[in-house]
């Protein structure tokens, strides 16, 4: 992918993302998905990555919510993905989300691709995703329990302003489509601060709003994140051999 065709196909992700957000959410929404209350959270979270060879990268995360207007945990979430840098501006990814909280679990088969362009310290990126979810694996499912499959849509923007430190914002729209067509369930506006230190490690700062359009009275998630990320050296392995 060229600069040239980059800049071509801005355009059309900034229209696919405007068209499924302003998509009116509809009342007869799956039950399962209409439980959202208006709420403020604390997500404190710690993420591993690792880099292979020939452009391979797997990370896993664990994320835990805190509900910090009701004093409860809301639940419990672990990521696995695996990313392949196939071109220089295009990367295909896998990831598998599984939850757990107090009324059910959850499990997330997610594909998705992103494109990716840099210029100087400012980094500009659009990924499209599907993916499937469960409550449980089984040939019928009770009503309200139904697996749901979503479209996602996400802009990015990320300004490196100094060596260690970095700041990005990004929008997404979150779209649920299924026998009874598409519509607008949430979009998820993200603003971060990151900082690097002694290469391998990051401290990311960020600040989540979610309106829900679900039912009839949208809903709204609110969360403040803390994730510690840790980049596992290719050395890690030699290191711990030769202090034996």
Known sequence: MNIRFFKSTLPVSFLIL?????????????????NYHS??????????NKDFKYGWNANVQYVMRADLMNRAIDGHYFYASVKYKAF????????????????????RFEFGVKARYKYKNWVFAYRMAYFHENEYFARTYEHGHFPTNYWRNRIEVRWDFKKQWGAYVTA????????????????????????????????????????DFSSKYPDLVQAIAVVYAWDIPDSFKKKKKKSR
Not at 18 to 34: C, E, H, R
Not at 39 to 48: A, C, D, G, R, V
């Open 88 to 107: 220089k501006f295009l990367q295909p990814d896998f990831q598998f989300r599984g939850v757990i909280t107090p009324e059910k679990n959850l499990y």
């Open 18 to 34: 405007l068209f499924t957000i302003t998509v009116n959410g509809q009342d007869n929404a799956d039950m399962g998905y209409n």
């Open 39 to 48: 709420t403020f959270q604390l997500w404190p979270s710690i993420k591993l």
């Open 172 to 211: 997404e729209a979150y779209t649920l489509f299924d026998y009874r067509g598409m519509n607008v369930r949430r979009v998820a506006f993200i603003g971060g601060l990151e900082y690097a230190f002694k290469k391998m490690h990051s401290i990311n700062l960020v600040y989540m709003a979610q309106p």
